[in-house]
């Protein structure tokens, strides 16, 4: 029987990506109780998280100082550093997928003999700096050659969100959805597809468009 495991590298990871996936663990590791002797403790990876995060946010623009993006990439090889070991304690700790997950790290995906692309773990709608526009971003998938994306901005009778099909997107990265209208939910969710198959549908992440005016 095979033994779940964590991913503990993420270099393959865009910054980005990384940006996201640090958040994700800081939350999840802030609010579990299934990781009490962590080592590292958590209050030594959150701030490896939080730095990272802010310092990646201020070169997303392309607008950064030569410095400032130095600065950035040796806050990302700390944090690769200190999620590779973080992740390595939890998987010598524990061989519950379940728990394992708490943590808010990436399974070690399953072995399969069809090659179909696994599902994105994770899927994230957010601000763009242009008016009128959202960034529609989502988790990698290294054997997939393309990303069927759906958008719904209003709900029927029962709740459920009304998809509508986007163009489908080469990449993870670079995506956007315009024009959005102020006030307004939009929700969003991805699967991957390569020539065996698509996977299933990723988690579903809503947002309220803030148009700026």
């Given at each position: ?153 209003e709900l029927d009778e029962s709740g459920q969100p009304v998809w509508q099909d986007l163009e489908p997107a080469p990449r993870a990265v670079g995506n956007f959805y315009s024009p959005v209208v102020d006030g307004v939910t939009y ?27």
């Amino acid at each position: 029987m095979r033994t779940p495991k964590l991913i503990t590298h993420y270099g393959y990871m865009s910054d980005p990506e990384l940006a996201n996936m640090a958040t994700r663990t800081a939350d999840a590791l802030r609010t579990s109780m299934d990781f009490p002797d962590l080592d590292p403790p958590f209050a030594e990876y959150e701030p490896y998280a939080l730095d990272y995060v802010a310092k990646q946010a201020i070169t997303v623009n392309g607008r950064a100082s030569g410095q400032q993006k130095k600065e950035k990439d040796e806050a990302r090889e700390a944090l690769l550093k200190m999620m590779r070991r973080v992740a390595s304690y939890i998987n010598n700790g524990t061989d519950v997928s379940s728990i394992q997950l708490g943590s808010g790290f990436l399974p070690v995906s399953e072995p399969r003999s069809s090659q179909v692309p696994r599902t994105s773990a994770w899927a994230r709608l957010a601000d763009s700096n242009r008016p009128g526009e959202i960034l529609l971003q989502f988790e990698a998938i290294r054997e997939a050659y393309q990303y069927e994306m759906q958008l719904a901005f209003e709900l029927d009778e029962s709740g459920q969100p009304v998809w509508q099909d986007l163009e489908p997107a080469p990449r993870a990265v670079g995506n956007f959805y315009s024009p959005v209208v102020d006030g307004v939910t939009y929700h969003f969710r991805v699967r991957s597809r390569n020539k065996k198959g698509v996977s299933e549908w990723s988690p579903v992440d809503s947002l309220r468009a803030r148009v700026k005016r």
